[in-house]
């Protein structure tokens, strides 16, 4: 990719209205230089023998079976509770009335 020069970097910076100082224009030369440059390396190793991924890690890896099971039961569900009433969890009341 072209290298960006001090000129387009003014060009860029008067075409979104931003005012920018001569270290603001040295720094972001600087900074899409570098970004141009990573974009060349992966363009080298990106050949047409290399399939685009839009995930290196396969998502199956994440995925399993969706097998259905029986839920708990209500008395399952509540049967660790350290207090239960009317067939609900008891907890302490954390706001006043």
């Known amino acids: 990719m072209p ?3 001090r000129q387009e ?7 979104s209205r931003i005012a920018l100082t001569d270290q603001e224009i040295e720094r972001l030369q600087g900074e899409l230089n570098v970004i141009t440059d990573s974009i060349d390396k ?3 190793v990106a050949k047409d023998h290399v399939p685009p991924t839009a995930n290196p890690v396969p998502l199956e ?8 099971i ?8 509540l049967s660790g509770a350290p207090r239960q009433e009317e ?5 302490p009341q ?4």
């Open 3 to 5: 290298r960006f020069t």
């Open 9 to 15: 970097i003014e060009h860029l910076g008067d075409l």
């Open 42 to 44: 992966v363009q080298e």
């Open 61 to 68: 890896a994440y995925m399993r079976e969706d097998e259905p």
């Open 70 to 77: 029986a839920p708990l039961t209500q008395e399952e569900a």
């Open 87 to 91: 067939g609900m969890f008891v907890a």
């Open 94 to 97: 954390i706001l006043s009335d």
